[in-house]
């Protein structure tokens, strides 16, 4: 995180991202590059890039404020008093408004709200004033309403030191046993496969790198001003965007022929692979010609199929080991399509088409011109943080969790999993539920201990000289005291009636 | 132990470190030298490894170090001088990462001054920044890794050598053996400063120390040794290992003191490493595990305190309990939802320790003066004491010889241990404990008989049944305890789950069955079936008769039900009988499946799943939120006890004939079956002429099978569809299904109709032979019955080939939940490893125990799930009404929004109100 950090003030001062990470892994921070002299930095980096850098860090140039690493990790909120100049050299990204403008109603309400002096939550404002609609109601009638709701939200708060993780812990394993193991259809499209159920939820918690069956769905961007027309053209739309963007592999075209007499490569084009994939025989010469140390290949002309001519590919040298290498790389010669989406089908949804593409790749997808990008949703939450970061990454941990579970017809409240999603991103990115992720960076060894690896954290705790505070639940159980949770939590004094206080 | 009641006392932390030669021989109360352990008249011998200094495990004997008996003392340490050093097993890695990272020479850090500076800081600042042990681990790793990476020592300038690692414990640098001797030498010099740059606290832990010169022996009371019925003593897995530590140290020792060849003494030296490494883990890779003569492997210290198993999850994290009871558990509807049936026998064991006061000490005298097995003069049971404890700790036991003058000594101060009686506050439990619901606090009922008894309305969140199910029972001992329970665990506090806001006790299978035969239409009872019904609920005197026919007086069955609703309870829900679909009033009015229920009185609509049903139980719910716990529990109590009545009078029975269906219908069946398995071969047919249009994205064989399984699965579907046609609702196998009370539609359409496709992952079944299932099809046969569609129902029986698919696909469902439940549990075990700390703070903050901010407020809005309106924060409609209750405009809009709930339109409003008035005008007539 530190590291991190460094690079970042090293990149705002103009310093390459090279020099940048180099010095930042060297152990440099800030303060110590502006100390440090030119001949140790020529270790690090070239002689000429040292000079700049002293030059750019030397101290007096005003830093932006930071207070915290994390801070500094999001430039937009965290420098907002630096230069204009180098905020020129960034182009500024808007941040959409994500809250909605209140309704004159909604605003009616949160007007009176203040004058009663209450707070009720805006989702309850908003459905307050969705359920009012039309109806009249005096301000006098509003304000009861208000103070009544204020009321009741109050009495349906949480208590305090009520030990709200192990409760959401036990909402969301206990119907665990409910649910099925199996993968099943995908709703609405025959034609993908998703995990679902138990496997699913579990892949989620673990926070994996890759789903079991990464899915995307796409719809196209909305063209301004047409309509009915848009509908049918929108199939054909979406299927040649579904096409483009699917990987397609030279085998997947072509039928590919070792020719050993000769040490060559034969690829022969089918029709009607290549019609299927909507692509021409053209193409296909030219993603050839492309790679890197092959002969041109060469037409032969009059094939057995009379259709395409096959193309042929020489090793140059006799080599067997090459040829196979080489006919190795022509089969998985990328013809086309965005990496990672293996397939892309077409299904049609309300008014809109729909490309269900199994494989996900959002950095890219996200680029694509035709693609609506808002309404782009993948199922790899990793990606996602990669891409639109812990905030996204946070929200999509309850989209996809709450969805399994709703699949499986077991109700969670929606809170429960929003704690879950809250705790695996609560430091910036995803960490997984257990030894990899939060619970193997517990405070406490002892909590440590208990769950996994056992002998290891204790070792290590000796030549660290930890200190577990007993702070947890754990470890509190573990040493045989109170926990600090719910009625542990609090302590209660009585003083005998006539005993003076001292 | 008396002076601390009251007293709170709290460890405030622990600190962990890493013991010192010099730490372990002042700890040490003796050392140990010789390997035996019991001389022939079986005392231990001096210096030896059972010696009586490290405490006692015999009663009757006394500690010579402390002079404890068994039980006082706690045991001590004693200590093996090594005769030549070894490493310890469990940092290997660390002294390699050590050796590699210091100068050969002069033992400093291999980074410079500045750079060791900035390791220091970027650890300090990682600290600062709320970083935890991992991350701090992150930095000293990187400073290793730097400082591995020089060749030269910056400090003296001595050339660096390469250090490897044989696994598990031999240290070689550029092939030349390095000695443990010289190991510890090597770290020596090693100065405190650079040891903390690699996350080492030199003054808790000196890399040295890792090297053992001495090694601690562990108290006898730690490796118990057991004395066989043949009076052979068996020694412990520890003590086996020390001995053998023991025997090999004695011969280095010697063969090094006698000037023994160089070879013999590293021989012997790798052993007592051997032995010393084996001690610590018996699972090091790279070695063979020290075996037990018996050829078990010895179960060392790692292993002790590793897994599920070992010290810390199952000695530490859970204990064995004393005031605790388990047995079978069975039915008792008479019981309250928070009661539970104790049995006499149970009982008589556990006690809840009274303290005798100025207010309680003659009751108290005359408890202990019944004796232990108290009976009144009836003959029933009446509490008696097990223990008296004095003043100053004391436990006397209370017999029969003994009570009176036992009675007789009790003074203000003492407690006594009193049996159970009834109203006593438990903790009833049956595991697995997957959630707060699966204990809960109940009052006690003693009753005779073996079995725990509990009314049934408890089963789902215990998940319990009668089927040979067992479950825990335990007594609180303090008052604080007693309190909590009280207040927190009861049963009715749990009629509301946390995971959805809504209930999770209530009625189940025959409650919800009674509750159709009782409230289904215009159901009517005579005098003396209502009274019997009536009487079950302690009620006298009877309501006015709704029907009278002559002399005959009868009641419905909709206002007996009505009686055990609050008089002021309104509410409106559809049935779960009511079909799938049907949203139309007078539809739902025909089949009875809208519920009204105006001040109390249930006016159209059946009784079932959806309003009594845990889970589903509209009622319940309403209940348990609007009138308060204490509310729900009578309400279920009640309507438990009136249904149960309900359905004994009524006589309710199923049997295979239920599924009987006319000879036309099975032909149709037949028929319909025999057009779909057509349809198949026409798809396999298609396939082979490669004539079947290919899906997008799917191969031509997954195409056919997903058609194949439509054709199929759609097959099924019609054959249920003929059955449930002549399965009506005087059926009782589909007024089961349909109220909700057990089984379904599709286990009777299966049973009547038929079975439909057996499928392993998903597919049809394709695995047995080389190209087919079974050597009864053709190779290649694609066809419905060849890849396991069975046609014949539950009750036609099944052909051999069938049921053999039958048991393939009931097998996968087997392994299903065998998986299922091992992976979900280390889920939830995880789960709440992860979340067990965190908290609701007084701001409304979620926080952890490093008090990190998780959520600003739990759930975005801070209200507590089990409170919430099926998740909103707050019934906007219910404040509304109560607000807006007069206005006009929102009357209308109510029964509207009450209409349109059910899918209504305000066409069919219109007529749902006519016809409500129309009925209300009717019925005063019939009454007369």
Redesign the interface.
């Known amino acids: 995180?530190?590291r991190q950090a460094t690079i970042d003030a090293l990149r705002k001062r103009g310093i390459t991202k090279k020099s940048a990470e180099l010095l930042a892994d060297?152990?440099?921070?800030l303060e110590?590059l502006e100390k440090?002299k030119v001949d140790?930095l020529k270790k690090f980096v070239s002689a000429k890039e040292a000079d700049r850098l002293v030059k750019r860090i030397s101290p007096g140039k005003p830093e932006p404020a930071k207070k915290?690493?994390?801070a500094a990790k999001r430039p937009r909120a965290g420098a907002p008093e630096a230069p204009a100049k180098e905020e020129a050299e960034e182009e500024t990204p808007t941040i959409p408004e994500k809250i909605a403008k209140p309704t004159a109603l909604e605003q009616a309400i949160l007007e009176a709200m203040h004058e009663v002096g209450r707070i009720?939550?805006m989702?309850?404002v908003r459905?307050?004033a969705k359920?009012?609609g039309d109806?009249?109601?005096s301000k006098k009638?509003l304000k009861?309403?208000i103070s009544?709701?204020a009321d009741?939200?109050e009495?349906?708060?949480?208590?305090?030191?009520?030990?709200?993780?192990?409760?959401?812990?036990?909402?969301?394993?206990?119907?665990?046993?409910q649910?099925?193991?199996?993968?099943?259809?995908y709703a609405g499209v025959?034609?993908?496969n998703v995990t679902l159920g138990?496997?699913r939820?579990?892949e989620i918690?673990d926070a994996r790198r890759v789903p079991s069956t990464p899915i995307m769905e796409l719809y196209l961007r909305r063209v301004a001003g047409e309509k009915e027309a848009a509908h049918a053209q929108g199939r054909t739309r979406a299927i040649t965007i579904a096409r483009e963007i699917e990987t397609t592999h030279l085998e997947d075209v072509a039928d590919i022929e070792v020719d050993m007499v000769n040490m060559q490569v034969v690829v022969k084009p089918d029709d009607h692979r290549m019609k299927v994939r909507g692509m021409e025989p053209k193409d296909l010469e030219e993603k050839l010609k492309k790679v890197q140390q092959m002969a041109a290949p060469k037409k032969t002309e009059g094939g057995p199929e009379k259709e395409t001519s096959p193309l042929v590919i020489e090793t140059g040298e006799p080599s067997f080991k090459k040829l196979h290498k080489l006919v190795e790389q022509v089969r998985q010669l990328k013809i086309k399509g965005i990496d990672g989406i293996s397939?892309?089908?077409?299904q049609e949804r309300g008014d809109q088409w729909v490309i269900f593409t199994?494989g996900s790749n959002l950095a890219e997808i996200l680029e694509h011109p035709e693609i609506d990008p808002t309404q782009t949703m993948t199922n790899s939450i990793q990606e996602i943080y990669e891409v639109l970061g812990v905030e996204a990454a946070r929200n999509s941990i309850i989209k996809e969790a709450s969805e399994t579970l709703r699949e499986q017809g077991l109700?969670?409240?929606?809170?429960?999993i929003?704690?879950?999603a809250?705790?695996m991103t609560?430091?910036g990115d995803v960490k997984a539920?257990?030894r990899h992720?939060?619970?193997?960076?517990?405070?406490?060894?002892?909590?440590r201990?208990?769950?996994e690896i056992?002998?290891?954290h204790?070792?290590?705790?000796?030549?660290?000289?930890?200190?577990?505070?007993?702070?947890?639940?754990?470890e509190n159980?573990?040493?045989g005291?109170p926990v600090?949770?719910?009625?542990g939590?609090v302590?209660l004094v009585y003083r005998p009636q006539g005993e003076k206080g001292s | 132990m008396m002076s601390m009641r009251g007293v709170?006392k709290?460890?405030?932390?622990?600190?962990?470190?890493?013991l010192s030669p010099d730490e372990i021989r002042k700890m040490s109360q003796t050392k140990v030298i010789t390997a035996d352990t019991y001389d022939e008249d079986g005392f231990p011998y001096d210096l030896g490894l059972m010696d009586s200094h490290l405490g006692v495990i015999e009663p009757g004997l006394r500690c010579k170090t402390c002079g404890g008996k068994v039980d006082e003392c706690p045991g001590h340490f004693g200590h093996i001088d090594l005769a030549m050093p070894v490493i310890h097993v469990?940092?290997v890695k660390?002294l390699k990462k050590l050796l590699q990272a210091t100068c050969r020479k002069c033992g400093r850090l291999l980074l410079t001054r500045?750079?060791a500076a900035?390791?220091m800081?970027?650890m300090e600042?990682?600290e600062e920044?709320g970083?935890?042990?991992?991350?701090?681990?992150f930095v000293t790793r990187?400073?290793a890794k730097?400082a591995t990476k020089r060749q030269r020592c910056p400090w003296c300038g001595e050339e660096q050598k390469k250090i490897t690692l044989d696994k598990p414990t031999t240290f070689r640098e550029e092939g030349h053996k390095l000695t443990p001797k010289e190991v510890r030498e090597r770290l020596e010099k090693v100065p405190n400063d650079d040891l903390r740059v690699l996350?080492?606290?030199p003054?808790?832990?000196r890399p040295e120390w890792?090297i053992l010169t001495a090694l601690l022996v562990p108290p006898v009371t730690v490796r118990p040794s057991i004395t066989l019925e043949s009076g052979d003593r068996s020694e412990d897995d520890l003590t086996h290992k020390l001995v053998d530590v023991l025997r090999i140290n004695q011969r280095l020792r010697e063969n090094r003191d006698a000037g023994a060849p160089q070879l013999i003494v590293e021989d012997l030296w790798e052993l007592l490493q051997y032995h010393v490494t084996t001690y610590f883990?018996n699972q090091t890779s790279g070695i063979p595990p020290a075996r037990h003569r018996s050829g078990r492997p010895l179960k060392t210290l790692?292993q002790r305190?590793?897994?599920k198993e070992?010290r810390?999850?199952s000695n530490?994290?859970g204990k064995r309990v004393n005031f605790s009871a388990r047995t079978v558990i069975s039915p008792d509807p008479l019981l309250s939802i928070n009661e539970v049936g104790v049995p006499v026998e149970a009982a008589r064991e556990l006690t809840v320790p009274i303290h005798v006061q100025n207010y309680n000490i003659d009751m108290v005298k005359e408890w202990i003066k019944r004796g232990p097995i108290a009976a009144s003069k009836t003959g029933d049971y009446i509490a008696g004491v097990n223990y008296v404890i004095r003043a100053d700790g004391r436990r006397i036991r209370v017999t029969d010889k003994n009570a009176d003058a036992v009675a007789e000594t009790v003074e203000i101060g003492f407690i006594v241990e009193r049996q159970l009686v009834d109203g006593d506050v438990v903790l009833f439990n049956r595991q697995?404990s997957?959630?707060?619901m699966s204990m809960m606090a109940h009052e006690v009922r003693v009753m005779p008989n073996k079995t725990f008894r509990f009314n049934l309305a408890v089963c789902p969140p215990y998940n319990a049944d009668f089927d040979g199910d067992e479950m825990n029972l335990h007594v609180l001992q303090s008052e604080e305890a007693r309190a909590?329970a009280k207040i927190?665990m009861r049963v009715q506090e749990h009629i509301l789950s946390?995971?959805?806001?809504?209930p999770v006790i209530g009625g189940i299978h025959d409650h919800i069955t009674a509750a159709f035969l009782l409230t289904h239409k215009d159901a009517r009872f005579n005098k003396v079936e209502t009274t019997f019904i009536l009487s079950r609920l302690g009620m006298s005197g009877l309501p006015k008769p709704k029907i009278k026919e002559g002399d005959l007086e009868f009641w419905t069955g909709k206002q007996i039900f009505s009686l055990v609703l609050p008089k002021d309870l309104n509410l409106s829900f559809k049935s779960s009988i009511a079909s799938k679909g049907v949203t139309n009033p007078k539809e739902l009015r025909e089949e009875d499946s809208l519920v009204i229920i105006r001040n109390g009185q249930l006016i159209t609509g059946t009784i079932d799943e959806n309003a009594v049903g845990a889970f589903k139980g509209k009622i319940v719910d309403k209940l348990a939120r609007d009138y308060g716990s204490e509310m729900a529990k009578k309400f279920i109590d009640k309507v438990t006890r009136l249904l149960i009545g309900a359905i004994m009078v009524k006589g309710f029975t199923t049997g295979i004939d239920d599924e009987d269906i006319p000879e036309e219908a099975k032909k149709q069946i037949v028929d319909q079956l025999k057009v779909a398995a057509e349809k198949v071969k026409q798809l396999v047919e298609a396939y082979k002429a490669g004539e079947l249009e290919q899906?997008?994205?799917?191969s031509l064989e997954e195409t056919l099978e997903?058609e194949a399984m439509k054709v199929l699965s759609r097959a099924r579907e019609q054959s249920g569809e003929i059955a449930g046609k002549h399965l009506g609702m005087t059926n009782s196998a589909v007024i089961m299904a349909r109220s909700g009370a057990r089984g379904s539609m599709l286990n009777l359409s299966q049973m009547a109709g038929c079975i439909g496709q057996q499928a392993v992952?998903?597919e049809r079944l394709s695995r047995g032979y080389w190209n087919r299932t079974l050597p009864h099809f053709r190779k290649g046969d694609l066809g419905a019955e060849a890849k396991g569609f069975v046609k014949s129902s539950y009750k036609s029986g099944l052909y051999p080939t069938e049921y053999f698919f039958h048991s393939m696909g009931g097998r996968e469902g087997l392994v299903?939940t065998a998986?299922?439940?091992s992976?979900?549990?280390y889920?939830?075990r995880?789960?709440?490893?992860?979340?067990?700390?965190?908290?609701?703070?007084?701001d409304?903050t979620?926080r952890n125990?490093?008090d990190?901010v998780?959520?600003f407020k739990?759930?975005?809005?801070?209200?507590?799930?089990s409170?919430?309106i099926q998740?909103?924060?707050?019934?906007?409609?219910d404040?509304?009404q109560?607000?807006?209750g007069e206005?006009p405009?929102?009357k209308e809009?109510m029964t509207f929004k009450e209409m349109t709930s059910y899918g209504l339109t305000e066409k069919d409003m219109v007529v749902e109100m006519e016809e409500e008035e129309a009925e209300e005008e009717e019925e005063p007539a019939g009454e007369e």
């Open positions: 995180m530190a060297a152990g440099f921070t110590t440090v140790r915290s690493a994390r009720i939550p989702k309850v459905e307050l359920k009012l109806l009249k109601v009638n009861d309403i009544r709701i009741r939200y009495t349906h708060m949480i208590d305090p030191n009520e030990s709200a993780g192990i409760l959401s812990a036990q909402s969301i394993g206990e119907p665990g046993t649910m099925t193991m199996r993968t099943f259809h025959a034609e993908m138990l496997p939820l579990i918690v397939r892309a089908v077409v199994e109700t969670v409240d929606i809170r429960h929003m704690l879950v809250d705790m609560n430091d539920i257990g992720g939060i619970s193997g960076r517990k405070s406490s060894v002892l909590a201990a208990a769950f056992t002998a290891h204790l070792l290590m705790a000796a030549i660290t000289g930890e200190v577990d505070a007993l702070d947890g639940v754990a159980v573990i040493v005291q600090t949770l719910g009625t939590a302590n | 709170t709290r460890i405030r932390a622990i600190k962990f470190a890493l469990g940092y660390e500045e750079q900035d390791y800081k970027e600042n990682v920044l970083g935890d042990a991992t991350e701090v681990q990187e400073s730097e996350g080492i606290e003054d808790v832990a890792m883990d790692v305190l590793k897994g070992g810390f999850r530490l994290s697995p997957l959630h707060r909590e927190l946390p995971r959805f806001g809504g899906m997008p994205g799917r997903v992952r998903g299903d998986v299922r439940t992976r979900s549990g889920m939830q995880r789960l709440i490893n992860a979340l067990e700390d965190l908290k609701v703070k007084e409304h979620v125990t490093a990190t998780i959520q739990f759930g975005e809005d801070g209200v507590d799930p409170r919430s998740g909103d924060a707050v019934d906007i409609d404040v509304l109560d607000v807006l206005e405009s929102w809009r």
